[in-house]
């Protein structure tokens, strides 16, 4: 049984960093693709970033220049490194992984407050 399991949430300060991860067990398979989503109340779940097999990085326009995802093929993890972060980034931050199947973790709260 294939387990996200994200790590690293938590209260920061506009102007904070945060990094988040994702340990991913229970399978062998290679992710064709692992992503980082969110969620914010009265909001859909919208794509943060993600980081294909071949490497290649995709960001929403928001994020672009603040967040860096990244991933250890071999310790299978996935991470967000979040800096200059602002209230409007306040979400609980899901990870992702697409191997035929889909899989999700279960999220990890993320708030930005002074």
């Known amino acids: 049984q294939v387990q996200l399991v994200e790590a690293g949430g938590g209260l920061v300060q506009p102007g904070g960093s945060l990094r988040l991860s994702c340990a991913a067990s229970?399978?062998?398979?290679?992710?064709?693709?692992m992503a980082w989503y969110r969620q914010s109340a009265g909001k859909e779940r919208e794509l943060v970033a993600r980081?294909?097999?071949?490497?290649?990085?995709d960001y929403a326009e928001s994020v672009k220049g603040r967040f860096t995802i990244s991933k250890d093929v071999v310790r299978r993890t996935l991470s967000l490194q979040m800096n200059s972060l602002n209230p409007e980034d306040t979400a609980i931050y899901y990870c992702?992984?697409?191997?035929?199947?889909?899989?999700w973790g279960q999220g990890t709260q993320v708030t930005v407050s002074s």
């Open positions: 980081v294909l097999a071949n490497g290649s990085t």
């Open positions: 229970g399978t062998r398979l290679t992710f064709v693709v």
């Open positions: 992702y992984a697409k191997s035929g199947w889909t899989w």
